[in-house]
């Protein structure tokens, strides 16, 4: 519902029984291993689905050459924007300072 719909219906005294925000839904930033031994940064809010669907060549052209081989870093955020913020960069980083994510990752 929008900030404005929800003021009118607190005005009205009518209590809301909707589906909670997507806000409070966590977003995760994700890196993909490719075949060529490069990594694909991208976000979504079920990383290991949208790792299936790299796999099979689908949701990013990235993986139409060289094809996903391995889920290898998951950051989880609060919010859609705050996953896009930390994605936007994470992909400015040198391929270096990727591959101390994933190996953070791997061994904690």
């Known amino acids: ?3 404005l719909t929800n003021l009118m219906m607190e005005r009205a005294g009518v209590v809301s029984e909707a589906v909670p925000d997507q ?4 977003w995760y930033v994700y ?6 031994g490069s990594l694909y940064c991208g976000i979504s809010d079920d990383p ?3 790792f299936l669907v790299h796999q099979k060549g689908q949701g990013a052209r990235y993986f139409k050459t060289s094809p996903a081989q391995a889920l290898v870093y998951v950051e989880q955020w609060p919010d859609k924007g705050e996953a896009l913020r ?3 960069l994470v992909k400015r980083l040198r391929k270096s ?11 904690p």
């Open 1 to 3: 519902m929008s900030g």
């Open 31 to 36: 890196l993909v291993r490719a075949a060529n």
């Open 97 to 107: 300072a990727k591959e101390a994510l994933v190996a953070s990752f791997s061994n």
């Open 86 to 88: 930390q994605e936007r």
């Open 48 to 50: 290991q689905r949208r």
């Open 23 to 26: 806000a409070v839904k966590p």
